[in-house]
């Protein structure tokens, strides 16, 4: 494990062309680790992701991705991803190959590829058209039972990337409120990076707090506020605001690049980013 700033983490770590997850439930969303991928100009990325929102939008907006696999996609509370639609109804930048899934089926493949397995199998997919369309759900027969049940690969990123709310000096992180797959994300990955809001002595970790061990984790980066416009549970609250501009800002190509250019191209890092964002409110 190392402490790196997220610019080293990001060049050292990520690829072109590799399988990248980036997960977060409703908050503890990575967007400062996307935004350093955009600034280091990243290309032919698989993006891994239960419900890709804005911080894949932007990804694919950019030219970062040609494949996502994921279980829903929107700007959530508002409507659609606007930079998705363009990719896959009119292939701009670049057409964007889709393995779309449910949610129960990306958690379980999740669990498979933690597991070191090849597929997960679900009870899914009951009545669905998903199966008619994408050849990575299939079904087997239960030897035990005769059951038919649905089948997915496992998902096992080249690299994982979460937000946590503390890291200490060891390198073993600490997740607080709500959360998702992050665990099995983090040990379905060959390489796992986290963004953590500090890097303190001692954890002190709640009871039921998920904590990541420091051998599950290849860099660790201090970066505050690392999750906005999400929210960190018992830090900062969630910009509302921001996901209802995205809506406006997004639709456009040409106003969706002038503000990746000013806020994220333009800015050094994400404190700069946060800095920007605040001048302008």
């Known amino acids: 494990m ?44 698989t993006l891994i992701r239960m419900t890709p929102d804005i911080i894949y939008d932007q990804l694919i907006g950019m030219g970062c ?23 896959v109804e009119r292939q701009w930048p670049l057409p964007i190959e889709l393995d779309e899934r449910s949610h129960a089926a990306m958690a379980a493949a999740y669990q498979a590829g933690a597991s070191g397995l090849p597929f997960a199998m679900l009870a899914g997919f009951v009545g669905s058209d998903l199966p008619s369309v994408n050849q990575n759900i299939r079904h087997i027969q239960c030897p035990f039972t005769g059951q038919r049940l649905a089948a997915v690969p496992a998902l096992a990123p080249d690299v994982s990337i979460i937000h946590a709310h503390l890291a200490d000096k060891a390198g073993n992180v600490l997740l607080r409120g709500i959360t998702g797959v992050q665990k099995e994300v983090a040990l379905a990955a060959r390489e796992v990076i986290v963004t953590v809001e500090d890097v303190v002595d001692e954890l002190n970790a709640p009871q039921n707090s998920v904590i990541l061990p420091s051998w599950v984790i290849s860099a660790v980066a201090r970066v505050p506020g690392g999750a906005h416009p999400s929210y960190v549970h018992g830090v900062y609250d969630r910009d509302n605001a921001f996901y209802r501009d995205w809506d406006t800002i997004s639709r456009d190509r040409d106003s969706f690049r002038a503000w990746i250019q000013e806020y994220v191209l333009d800015t050094v890092d994400h404190a700069g980013y946060l800095a920007r964002l605040g001048a302008a409110s």
């Open 2 to 45: 190392k402490h790196l700033s997220l610019k080293q983490a990001i060049a050292e770590f990520i690829t072109d062309g590799q399988t990248l997850a980036m997960e977060g439930f409703t908050h503890l969303i990575p967007f400062a680790a996307a935004h350093e991928i955009i600034r280091q100009g990243r290309k032919d990325l």
């Open 65 to 87: 991705v040609s494949r996502m696999v994921f279980s829903w996609g929107g700007n959530p509370g508002v409507g659609s991803l606007h930079r998705l639609r363009d990719a």
